[in-house]
């Protein structure tokens, strides 16, 4: 299957900052994306989702943007915290023969700078 | 409510041996899947279980088996084990044809 590409491997900002992450991905056909976040030693935890039917969605502090157009998706974090320091993965979810799994991206680190 | 637990946390094999690994769903999700993540990737899909059968495999040999159980638990097996085996084995559960995933913990398997 298509993969899910990022733009940038690492991103750092300082607390209190907007952080933007970007997610490029290729699957025309996929209809569900969510963003995640891994924290060292943990599994991906849920952050946002969004369906191909929608360009925005906003959450706690966080927005996802999606762009069929160019195909790219976007994670917005408000005032970032160091607790927002962590790899995040786009992933597109699309329906096979019955079952769906996950296709993620390599991930960006995001670093947040008190 | 308990999420999704994984055991065991960590585990180290010898080249050539066999592994099992197992996982314990979301209360009330009855599909799980495997994931493998290498360091410094992306997961990546091995197969997922729903009624007891394998229904979708990603592309992984032969070697990666799984299982589950009456109680929707699941079991990982890879056998042969190679030095490139070595990653975060991740379970992820989800009520069946429901997006999303809840993901554990991951179980670190390191192959010398």
């Known amino acids: 299957g298509e993969s899910v590409g990022l733009h940038l491997p690492t991103l750092s900002v300082q607390e209190g900052d907007n952080s933007i992450i970007n997610c490029a991905y290729s699957?025309?056909?996929?209809?569900?994306f969510i963003w995640y976040k891994q924290e060292s030693g943990k599994g991906p935890q849920f952050i946002i989702d969004?369906?191909?039917?929608?360009d925005k969605r906003q959450g706690q502090r966080v927005t996802v943007l999606l762009n069929k157009t160019v195909k790219h998706l976007s994670l917005q974090i408000a005032a970032t915290q160091p607790g927002d320091s962590a790899v995040y993965f786009c992933?597109?979810?699309?329906?096979?023969?019955?079952?769906?799994?996950?296709?993620f991206g390599t991930g960006t680190r995001l670093t947040v700078i008190p | 409510d308990a999420g999704v637990t994984q055991s065991p946390t960590h585990l180290i094999k010898t080249r050539g041996q066999q592994v099992t690994l197992r996982c314990s769903p979301k209360?009330?999700?009855?599909?799980v899947s495997w994931y493998q993540q290498a360091l410094g990737q992306g997961p990546q899909f091995i197969f997922q279980?729903?009624?007891?059968?394998?229904?979708q495999r990603g592309n992984f040999p032969d070697r990666f088996s799984g299982h589950q159980f009456p109680n929707y638990s699941s079991e990982l097996n890879v056998n042969a084990l190679l030095l490139g085996d070595s990653a975060l084995y991740l379970c992820?559960?989800?009520?069946?044809?429901?997006?999303?995933?809840?993901f554990g913990s991951g179980t670190r398997l390191t192959v010398v």
């Open positions: 969004i369906r191909s039917n929608m």
């Open positions: 992820a559960s989800s009520p069946h044809r429901i997006d999303g995933y809840t």
């Open positions: 992933a597109e979810n699309y329906v096979q023969t019955g079952a769906n799994n996950l296709f």
């Open positions: 699957n025309s056909a996929s209809d569900y």
């Open positions: 209360s009330g999700h009855d599909t």
């Open positions: 279980y729903y009624e007891e059968e394998e229904r």
